[in-house]
C-alpha cells in the first residue's frame, strides 16, 4: 500500500472512530437527560406521598364550608356540593393543587354545583406561611372576599420555592394591589404581620380538626383522598363534582 493511501486509510479509521464516539456521548448524554427528568418525577411523586403518609387519619372533624372563621369561600352555600381546602401557601403539592383545580372550581361554583372554601393556616412553621397567610387576612378584611380570593390565586400563581428564598412584605403589597387591593389600606397590616394572631388561631384550629398534612381536601365533609398524585387527586374531584 503506498504512503497515501495508508494515510488515507488511518484517516478514514479516525474519523469512523470519531464518530462512534460522539454517537456513543449522545447516547450517554440522553440517557443522563432521561434520568435525571425520571428521578425528578419520582422525588415530586414521593413527597407528595410522604406528605399523605403524615395524615393517617381518614377522620377530619371541621367546621363545614362557610361556618369557620378562618377562610374564604366560592360560590353559593346552597349548592349542593361542599369542597373545603386546607392548604399552606407555601406548600408546593397545595400549588400544583390549585393549578389543577381552581378555574374549573370556580366555575362549577359559579354554576351553584359546589360551594367551596379555602382555609390557609401555617403548617410549615415558616416566616413565609404566617406572613402570607396574615397578608391574606388582612386582604380579606380591608377588601372583602372576592380581593381575597384573586389576592390567594395570586400568591399560588407566583408560589415562592419551599426552600428560599422567601419574598418580601413588599412584594407582598405588590400582589395585594394587582388583586385589587388599596394600597394604603393594606400595607401597614402586611408589613406588621396584623394578623399573625389569626394565623395561630386558624393553625390551632386545623390542627384540632385533625389536619396534618397538606393539602387536605373535604368533599362534602368528608376527607378526599381518591388520588396517589395531585394530578390524580384533582381529577378525580373534578369529576366528582360534575
Known amino acids: 500500500m503506498s504512503s497515501k493511501a495508508s494515510r488515507d486509510a488511518r484517516a478514514e479509521r479516525a474519523a469512523l472512530a470519531l464518530r462512534d464516539q460522539q454517537r456513543a456521548e449522545r447516547r450517554r448524554s440522553v440517557l443522563m437527560i432521561g434520568g435525571v427528568v425520571l428521578a425528578m418525577v419520582l422525588i415530586v411523586t414521593a413527597g407528595f406521598l410522604v406528605n399523605r403518609a403524615r395524615d393517617t387519619s381518614n377522620d377530619v372533624s371541621a367546621p363545614a364550608a362557610g361556618s369557620g372563621d378562618y377562610g374564604v369561600t366560592v360560590g353559593d352555600r346552597t349548592a349542593p356540593r361542599t369542597v373545603v381546602v386546607y392548604e399552606d401557601f407555601l406548600c408546593p403539592y397545595c400549588g ?114 385533625g389536619v396534618t398534612g397538606t393539602p387536605t381536601v373535604l368533599l362534602d365533609g368528608k376527607r378526599f383522598t381518591d388520588g396517589t398524585t395531585i394530578d390524580d387527586l384533582a381529577t378525580n374531584l373534578l369529576a366528582q363534582l360534575k
Open 96 to 209: 400544583e393543587l390549585e393549578k389543577a383545580t381552581h378555574e374549573e372550581l370556580a366555575s362549577l361554583a359559579d354554576a351553584g354545583k359546589v360551594y367551596v372554601e379555602y382555609r390557609p393556616f401555617d403548617l410549615l412553621r415558616t416566616d413565609y406561611s404566617v406572613a402570607a397567610a396574615s397578608a391574606f387576612k388582612v386582604v380579606l378584611d380591608a377588601s372583602g372576599p372576592e380581593v381575597a380570593k384573586k389576592f390567594h390565586d395570586e400568591l399560588y400563581a407566583d408560589q415562592p420555592d419551599e426552600s428560599g428564598p422567601y419574598p418580601d412584605a413588599d412584594w407582598l403589597v405588590e400582589k395585594a394591589v394587582a388583586a385589587g387591593a388599596t394600597e394604603s389600606d393594606v400595607r401597614p397590616g402586611i408589613e406588621d404581620d396584623s394578623q399573625k394572631a389569626w394565623v395561630e388561631k386558624a393553625t390551632k384550629a386545623a390542627d384540632a380538626a
